[in-house]
């Protein structure tokens, strides 16, 4: 992938963040996961931006009950589906197409849509792997715990640890297994569509950045509250003077 790929990547990374019903999971104190009221502090927004979803972070990983296979299954769905999704998708297709990669594809209308098709089916690949299968499979959770305290360069190197480290469903921890495992699963079973881009070199090259693109999801769901508070919220207690 191109870097110009993998910025419109980073630009729309919380796509990968995943989202569930508040009716199908458990009480999580202030981690609360589905659709919520009005935010309130201590709450995760629904929305960074009011458009990438958040529904997956909790603010904290004490006291939390964990997923059910189907609470994950859920999780990993609803992600696969919400809109953003079919926006990056199209973004990319574009790209792809700009770039002739995929050669085999072709140009035009059709060629288009097959790129897209392939987008598509990367996330929703992706997602079912990462967030519910091998999350399933190996008793891990899915979600992600801010820190939310201790000094920025403390939260950046936790953020980017989450990719290598995660919470398992008795409470524990261990290599995240499902981060790396479900991507690498998703990326060989792109080989049967994406039929120009079978060696080790490009396979490696997409993992990569299948877990890069969650590491700028996970920095960037840890430090939204912040942002918000410092810029959002600011700007608009300005205007109400």
């Not at 991507?183 to 792109?190: K, Q």
Request: aromatic fraction near 12%.
């Amino acid at each position: 992938m191109s870097g110009l790929a993998v910025l419109a990547v980073a630009a729309f990374s919380c796509v990968a963040s995943g989202q569930t019903g508040a009716s199908d999971l458990p009480p999580v104190s202030a981690a609360s996961v589905g659709p919520q009221p009005p935010p309130q502090p201590g709450t995760p927004d629904k929305r960074i931006f009011g458009v990438l979803p958040n529904y997956r972070t909790a603010e904290s990983s004490a006291d939390v009950e964990p997923l059910t296979t189907k609470q994950k299954f859920t999780i990993a769905s609803k992600d696969s589906f919400d809109w953003p999704s079919y926006v990056l998708a199209g973004g990319l297709a574009g790209l792809s197409q700009l770039e002739n990669s995929e050669a085999s594809f072709g140009q035009g209308m059709k060629g288009y849509a097959k790129r897209y098709a392939g987008g598509v089916g990367d996330q929703i690949i992706g997602n079912m792997m990462t967030e519910a299968i091998f999350p399933t499979w190996l008793h891990e959770d899915p979600r992600y715990f801010r820190k939310g305290t201790g000094s920025a360069k403390s939260r950046l190197g936790y953020a980017i640890g989450r990719v290598f480290v995660t919470r398992t469903d008795d409470g524990g921890s261990r290599f995240n297994f499902s981060e790396w495992g479900g991507n690498a699963t998703a990326v060989a079973i792109s080989n049967a569509y994406y039929r120009d881009n079978r060696n080790w070199q490009d396979n490696t090259e997409k993992l990569v950045t299948s877990v890069g693109i969650d590491l700028f999801s996970d920095v960037l769901k840890e430090f939204w509250p912040d942002f918000k508070r410092k810029f959002v919220n600011r700007h608009r207690a300005d205007d109400s003077h």
